[in-house]
């Protein structure tokens, strides 16, 4: 897991032989006007998905855990809380559902509070919990989605 603002990504461009791209697209696209949902950047290795929603109480999500892409989370507006956790630590929920490269899991992670132009890095395994917050708040952000291997 990583977590830091934008200004700082060229700190991890080697960590990953995919991040330069990533990294690149986020520096030089309008994220605002990104239409909402998949947006592909390089076909299956790297894409980014575009969302808005109202946060809401932990206790009514659950955590998701990715084996085949690494999450890049990037706030464009609004505040979103980020609970993450170890696998090891988390009550499986559901199988792995290899189409949408997830499974669920019920856990109470240690809470990230990320704002405009911060980013987190999750990794595989990696458990995440998003969109929480008050309900009447809402988040605008983009997931990019980076194969791991």
Do not use: C, W
């Not at 990583?2 to 032989?17: E, S």
């Not at 980014?48 to 990037?74: C, M, Q, T, V």
């Not at 609004?78 to 956790?85: A, H, K, L, P, Q």
């Not at 792995?96 to 899991?105: A, C, G, I, V």
């Amino acid at each position: 897991m990583i977590i830091d603002f934008l200004d700082k990504n060229h700190r991890y461009l080697k960590a990953h032989p995919l991040f330069a791209e990533a990294f690149e697209f986020i520096l030089n696209t309008d994220l605002h006007s990104l239409p909402s949902g998949r947006n592909d950047i390089k076909g299956e290795q790297i894409f980014a998905n575009r969302a808005s929603y109202h946060l809401g109480d932990p206790e009514l999500k659950h955590a998701e855990s990715h084996l085949k892409y690494i999450d890049l989370h990037l706030i464009i507006s609004g505040r979103e809380t980020i609970e993450v956790s170890h696998m090891q630590q988390a009550v499986r929920f559901t199988d792995y559902e290899s189409k949408d490269d997830f499974e669920l899991f019920i856990v109470d992670g240690d809470p990230l509070h990320l704002t405009p132009n911060q980013f987190l890095i999750l990794y595989p395994g990696e458990v995440h919990k998003t969109g929480i917050g008050k309900s009447d708040e809402q988040v605008e952000k983009v997931i990019l989605k980076i194969l791991h291997d």
